[in-house]
């Protein structure tokens, strides 16, 4: 866990940096590109480790990271919803995509330093938790801020705005993503644990 008195960009760190970007960049490249996942979000792991590993400013740059390529794709038309609201909103759908998913790689991060200093096996739980409850509630805010965008979507089908968009769009991603996230939290801990004493002896 990054000390709040220490030099971030040290030498563990940027290595930290290097390994979770490059996990980030392939699970985002498999669920976007290629398809092989639905809109479940697996990038919450590797932003999960970088709160816990590198606290809150390691969440928040792997944040940029992953809001910056979800908006990229949105852009180049690979995540088509993004695409549409890309089109009719460029600068909420680009805060929509950034904002959401830095400020949760952040409280991940604060809420893990605050109960880690009681437990850190509870607070890897809670801090797993919070990234995808955080991204998923500040994606439907930033969604409600283009309501005419998004109601064109949800009219067709005869959905209300809200329904549409905590139920059709973030209803069961967010469930999946909540259970990877906690049932993924004790192999968190571990790993986090092992790098720490193992791997950047103090």
Do not use: W
């Amino acid at each position: 866990m990054q000390n709040s008195g220490e030099k971030f960009f040290t030498t563990k760190n940027i290595v930290y940096l290097a390994i979770l970007t490059a996990l980030l960049i392939v699970l985002n490249l498999l669920g976007s590109v290629f398809k092989i996942v639905t809109n479940v979000n697996l990038t919450l792991i590797p932003i999960v480790l970088g709160a816990l590993m590198l606290g809150i400013k390691g969440g928040i740059i792997l944040g940029v990271i992953s809001g910056l390529m979800t908006f990229i794709f949105g852009v180049t038309g690979v995540d088509p919803f993004t695409q549409f609201l890309f089109s009719q909103h460029p600068v909420l759908t680009f805060l929509t995509c950034t904002v959401k998913i830095t400020a949760a790689g952040a409280l991940g991060g604060l809420v893990y330093k605050l109960i880690s200093k009681k437990n850190t096996y509870v607070a890897t739980f809670v801090a797993s938790a919070v990234v995808p409850v955080v991204n998923t509630a500040l994606f439907i805010v930033g969604a409600l801020t283009m309501y005419d965008s998004i109601s064109a979507l949800a009219s067709p089908d005869g959905y209300g705005v809200v329904y549409f968009l905590v139920i059709v769009c973030a209803g069961v991603n967010f469930l999946i993503e909540l259970a990877i996230n906690v049932l993924v939290a004790p192999a968190i801990h571990t790993t986090v644990r092992v790098l720490e004493k193992n791997v950047f002896k103090r």
